[in-house]
């Protein structure tokens, strides 16, 4: 999928999980559900960090543009000495690494490790890597053409102070999920976990599916594209991806926000 339903789907998955907590009785406070829905967006895009042409790796500028070509080696390097004899030879990394379970649950995980380690500070600067990306991908009609760049900058870190000091205040949601002493934020890595999961979910919708699954082996592949069957896929960008999954998604992070808040 493209970078705008990638976000979308983001946004709506931590929305849902928000209905899903408030019928369980653990009630997201609403600043934990607004950052986590937008960390989500963010993260939804941040698996095609292997990809030169991806969202991702234009929103930083250079710095992004070297770690994409970092990580998009990495990728590769992974494929080639973990490939079994049924996965095809390929010539670069997309697709590979950061699109599986394993890539996500480190993604989670080192937010989670580094909001709790690095305190404020980091999680600012967490806070505004994914309000980057989630402006990106939400609004991706005015973030267009570098001359934005500076400004979608601005707004993310101006973003992120806000809604760092809102999260901040008692009972709004710093230690939201877990109450510990010294554990405050640890429920960062949540969103950015499942945006990237959604982002593989999306991905295997396409007709070149997604490994999801590595390193487990599907028979003679370890890199097995999963998907649904072959006449229910479609081209990332295609109708049926703005048509209908776009605007699926926007009505489902509707229902899933007024569930979550206890409108309905």
Partial sequence: MMG??????????????????AAAGHTMPWPVLLVGALICAGAALAPDLDHK????????????TWLCEVVDKLSYAAYKSTRKPGDPRRSGGHRTLTHTWLWAVLT??????????????????????????AIEGLLWRAARGSSSDV?????????AWILAGTLDKPGNGSDWLFSQP???????????FLGSLVHCVGDALTVSGCPILWPIPLGRKRWYPIGPPKGM????????EIK????????LGGVGCAAALNVI
Avoid: D, K, N
């Fill in 244 to 251: 209908v999954l776009m605007p699926v998604f926007m009505v």
């Fill in 182 to 192: 010294g554990q405050g934020y640890l429920w960062l890595g949540l969103p950015v």
């Fill in 108 to 133: 989670g995980a080192v937010c989670s490790a580094a909001a709790i380690a690095g305190g404020r500070w980091a999680v600012l600067a967490i806070l505004f890597v994914f309000m980057v990306l």
């Fill in 53 to 64: 042409a991806a969202t991702i790796s234009r929103a930083f500028g250079p710095v992004s």
């Fill in 151 to 159: 400004l979608v900058w601005l707004l993310a870190a101006t973003s």
């Fill in 233 to 240: 896929r479609f081209r990332a960008g295609s109708w049926v």
């Fill in 4 to 21: 705008p339903a990638h976000s979308l789907s983001g946004a709506a998955a931590w929305l849902g999980v928000g209905a899903a907590a």
